[in-house]
């Protein structure tokens, strides 16, 4: 942790409390004796933060409901959440067994970035931009994440996600959902989350057509900011045979009164040579 904060350039009296505050447990997050001694632990009120895949954070979710939870216990959900939408339906009917809906916190990471909830800002506390957001001013929205890096040794994960599942379903929809809904009426989690869903319900590929609206690539060998890179397909840990993609982008339709008719185009790649993050409108 200490070599973390300073690699940040992190200092000053919190930084040295959060250090003294820690320590390193080692645990089976599968073994319910050692799951049980970590939560005794701890103080309440306990706040657990899943960053596992999926099966696992369903087995543990499972080992928890046995031994049980102390009150006031929070949970916190990192992406992928189940692998499918029946998963995450069923992961979601876990969790509430565990502690109330309140208390669960499905986490975004792209959501805390201060240049991503200054979208709502610039769109809703601007006299400037808000009345022209609409389709009758915007020909086309572009949301792209392109990066240099590479695999950077993820197969394990990435090999059974590819740049669809990993950057689009969740983070680019996300944002785009912040781009085009309608003001909530509180920033407040339920408000807010009822604004953004609203406009997911209302998304659909372009033309319902994804074979014309959507392409999906990987990247091949070269040299990226003075870093040579193997082709994706050669990899440490990659199958070649699966195709899993590194770069994805798609077109989709907003089918609301105000944005209906505008394509908003999605896009993320890895071991791009020219990295962009943006929001073009």
């Not at 993820?154 to 669809?164: I, K, Q, T, V």
């Not at 003001?183 to 408000?191: H, K, L, V």
Request: proline share 6%.
């Amino acid at each position: 942790m200490a070599e973390s904060f300073r690699a940040g350039g992190a200092a000053g009296p919190a930084v040295e409390t959060a250090i003294r505050g820690s320590r390193y447990a080692r645990a089976d997050t599968a073994d319910a004796g050692d799951l049980h001694a970590l939560i005794e632990g701890c103080e309440p009120p306990v706040v657990i933060y899943f960053a596992l895949p999926p099966a696992v954070t369903e087995l543990v979710c499972r080992i928890l409901r046995d031994i049980g939870v102390p009150a006031g216990t929070r949970l916190a959900m990192e992406k992928p959440f189940g692998h499918d939408a029946a998963s995450a339906a069923a992961l979601n009917e876990l969790l509430t067994s565990l502690v109330p809906e309140d208390d669960v916190f499905r986490v975004d990471h792209f959501l805390g970035f201060s240049t991503i909830l200054n979208i709502i800002g610039l769109r809703f506390a601007n006299r400037i931009f808000e009345p022209v957001l609409n389709s009758e001013h915007v020909a086309k929205v572009q949301i792209t994440f392109d990066e240099s890096l590479g695999l950077e040794g993820r197969a394990g994960y990435y090999e059974r996600a590819g740049a669809l599942v990993d950057m689009i379903q969740s983070h680019l929809l996300q944002v785009l959902a912040l781009v085009a809904m309608e003001a909530p009426s509180t920033i407040g989690g339920p408000d807010l989350g009822s604004a953004r869903a609203q406009v997911l319900r209302a998304t659909h590929v372009w033309n319902d057509d994804p074979v014309r609206f959507s392409r999906r690539a990987r990247y091949s060998a070269g040299s990226i900011g003075g870093r040579e890179l193997p082709a994706y397909a050669n990899e440490t840990g990659v199958d070649p045979d699966r195709k899993t993609e590194t770069f994805a982008e798609i077109v989709v339709a907003v089918d609301t009164w105000r944005w209906a008719g505008v394509p908003f185009h999605l896009r993320s790649g890895k071991a791009i040579g020219d990295p962009k993050t943006e929001v073009l409108i």
